[in-house]
């Protein structure tokens, strides 16, 4: 099936594979934001009796899944072949090295054989554009309609209400995922300016180990926000790391609300900083407090109420830290993203907050939160499109068709010349690509 764009050019369509960490996925995306498959093939039962993800098992278990993947995520497009398409993407970093393997193999072996430019890309760059995709044709209700996993349909309404994420700069990105939080500054597309990140734990990594304390189970974040929902958060309190104490207003008429703008972020070099440690570290002291009183802290409605406490801990200086950024710069919208992102109270506490502000706030639905391959396929079109020398062109494919066809009629004895895709290396430790390395 040939796919258009909706000014009824063809459209560019990119398969994309993702295998950093313990998610095994494809996806075809076109023109950048178009989802036309979307295939994730979850770890999660697998690492669950391990309490966190074990590498070795990962890279193992994509080595198993990645091919049926694929094909499935071709199938899904209506793609024959890998030649139909234009370009081949994949995630080289940051992530576990066995897992991104896999990935890149595979992508190496499919451009090498089909002829097709094979685009490199940043896990985090990824998560970024996660906000600029969409399903079906409208950006909006589609997305709404596909909404699924945890969190309720109407935290998904609320969010999305003004669709997925528009080409209006500067924009304020917030990642939080199970290993980075960092807060960017995108000056347009794939440039970004670290504003912020965190000096130790993630949030999600605090979310997961915070979850293994109160032996919530795994994964922690949605273990953590299905206890909380029973909690009482008011019942203790948890410090809010690198914040202030701020001016006492009435608290929100949502019980489970965060406690903004009772707190604001510190002033200074860390003002747009995150830490997480000393958080994990206050529950662990309150559980170790209760035992000591000879209170259960696991005890289910404890560690509901311990559960709440520290989710709007969390929420506050994420929110609180966003919003002060998002003000400093004057950004014309507000994006989040990663795993973290899908958190229903987050998803409330920041749409309360810019609907205030009459921003524009981006979160994915929640499929889009967690890792996925669509994410990889939108960033490897833009970054294609803005910050690589040639950009996609679906005219590309008519010449490569001459191309090997000329190949084929003309044997020729020169030694083979390896393309540049084939030297394309894992990153494991990339950072975002920024424009500059300084923070403002
Ligand atoms: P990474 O890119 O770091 O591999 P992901 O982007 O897939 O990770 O995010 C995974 C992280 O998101 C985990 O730490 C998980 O606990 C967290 N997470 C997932 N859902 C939620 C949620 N509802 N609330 C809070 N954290 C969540
Ligand atoms: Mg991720």
């Not at 080595?63 to 072949?81: G, N, R, Y």
């Not at 992508?107 to 430019?117: C, Q, V």
């Not at 995709?133 to 999305?160: C, F, H, K, M």
């Not at 609300?257 to 958080?279: I, K, M, Q, W, Y």
Request: charge should be negative.
């Amino acid at each position: 099936m040939s796919s258009t764009n909706t000014g009824g050019s063809p459209a560019y369509r990119i398969l994309a594979i993702e295998t950093s960490c313990d998610e095994t996925a494809a996806a075809v995306v076109a023109d950048g934001r178009r989802i036309l498959s979307n295939r994730v093939a979850s770890q999660i039962e697998l690492h669950r009796r391990f309490g966190g993800v074990y590498p070795e098992v990962a890279s193992r278990q994509h080595v198993l899944a990645i091919q049926a993947v694929v094909e499935d995520a071709l199938a899904d497009a209506s793609v024959a072949h890998v030649r139909e398409l234009d370009a081949i993407a994949v995630t080289n970093g940051p992530g576990l090295a066995g897992s991104l393997l896999v990935g890149v193999n595979l992508a190496k072996g499919l451009a090498f054989a089909s002829g097709l430019p094979l685009i490199p890309v940043n896990h985090l760059e990824g998560h970024i554009y996660s906000n600029w995709l969409y399903t079906g044709s409208s950006p909006v209700s589609d997305l709404q309609a596909s909404e699924d996993g945890n969190g309720s349909a109407s935290d998904s309404a609320r969010t999305q209400r003004s669709g997925s994420a528009s080409d209006q700069f500067p924009a304020l990105i917030l990642i939080v995922s199970g290993g980075h939080t960092e807060l960017v500054l995108m000056e347009g597309h794939c440039r970004y300016r670290l504003l912020g990140s965190t000096l130790d734990d993630a949030a999600g990594e605090a979310f997961d180990k915070v979850a293994r304390l109160l032996e919530l189970g795994y994964p922690g974040g949605p273990a953590i926000q299905a206890a909380a929902e029973s909690g009482e958060a008011g019942r203790f309190h948890l410090p809010r790391p690198l914040m202030r104490p701020g001016r006492r207003t009435e608290r929100q008429p949502d019980a489970q609300a965060s406690s903004l703008p009772t707190v604001l972020p510190v002033r200074g070099e860390h003002r747009f900083n995150f830490s997480f440690s000393g958080l994990k570290t206050a529950v662990l002291n309150l559980m170790r407090q209760l035992e000591r009183e000879e209170a259960e802290a696991r005890q289910t409605q404890t560690a509901s109420d311990i559960a709440a406490a520290f989710q709007m801990a969390a929420v506050d200086v994420l929110v609180g830290k966003t919003a002060d950024a998002a003000a400093e710069f004057g950004v014309k919208q507000v994006c989040i993203c990663g795993g973290v992102s899908a958190n229903g109270l987050l998803r409330r506490a920041a749409e309360q907050h810019f609907a205030k502000l009459g921003l524009p706030l981006h979160c994915p639905p929640l499929f889009l939160c967690t890792d996925n391959a669509a994410m990889i396929g939108a960033a490897a079109y833009y970054r294609q499109s803005y910050a690589m020398a040639r950009p996609p062109s679906p005219a590309g494919r008519e010449h490569r068709q001459d191309a090997e066809a000329a190949a084929q009629s003309t044997p020729h004895e020169d030694p083979i010349e390896l393309p540049a895709r084939d030297y394309l290396a894992l990153d494991v430790y990339a950072s975002l690509p920024l424009v500059d390395s300084m923070r403002r």
